[in-house]
């Protein structure tokens, strides 16, 4: 029995050297797992970091889109009133040319009362647009007038 009692050890030895081998590679595989699972935590972390600041930046630029549109609506509006006011301004002045010419008229002793050119005035038998076109024109005819 001393030969089986060996055999018995041995056995009993070979089976705790398999299971301890087993237990090694099965923690260093673990640890492997592990540490890949590290390494695919932080890339998927930085991925993550990544596609926060990229919408970060989306939103700021939308931001900045909107305040400009803003900002045009606030030009146009200003533009709008001022072009209000221009268009207000030219009215006075074209009123106020129109009055002057009225006047002129009722002082001019060669316009009747609705603005017409009289017949036979001292200034010649011109038509009144004529002797006071600036190219010279004495015709009547648009043409232009004498080269100088």
């Not at 060996?6 to 797992?33: G, P």
């Not at 590290?38 to 990229?54: I, T």
């Not at 009123?95 to 009722?106: F, I, M, V, Y």
């Not at 036979?120 to 009144?128: E, F, I, L, Q, S």
Request: hydrophobic share 40%; aromatic share 0%.
């Amino acid at each position: 029995m001393d030969m089986t009692l060996v055999w018995i050890i041995v056995a009993v030895i070979v089976v705790l050297a398999i299971v301890a081998v087993a237990v090694v590679t099965s923690r260093r595989r673990k640890a492997a797992k592990a540490a890949n699972d590290r390494r695919k935590a932080d890339e998927l972390r930085a991925e993550a970091q990544e596609a926060d600041l990229s919408a970060r930046e989306r939103e700021a630029e939308a931001m900045r889109k909107q305040a400009a549109a803003k900002q045009a609506q606030v030009d146009a509006e200003r533009l709008s009133r001022e072009g209000s006011e221009s268009q207000a301004d030219a009215q006075k002045v074209r009123a106020q040319s129109d009055e002057r010419l009225k006047r002129a008229n009722d002082v001019d002793p060669d316009v009747d009362a609705h603005g017409h050119q009289r017949g036979g005035t001292p200034g010649g038998d011109a038509p009144r647009g004529a002797r006071d076109d600036p190219r010279g024109n004495t015709s009547g005819d648009g043409a232009a007038g004498p080269v100088r």
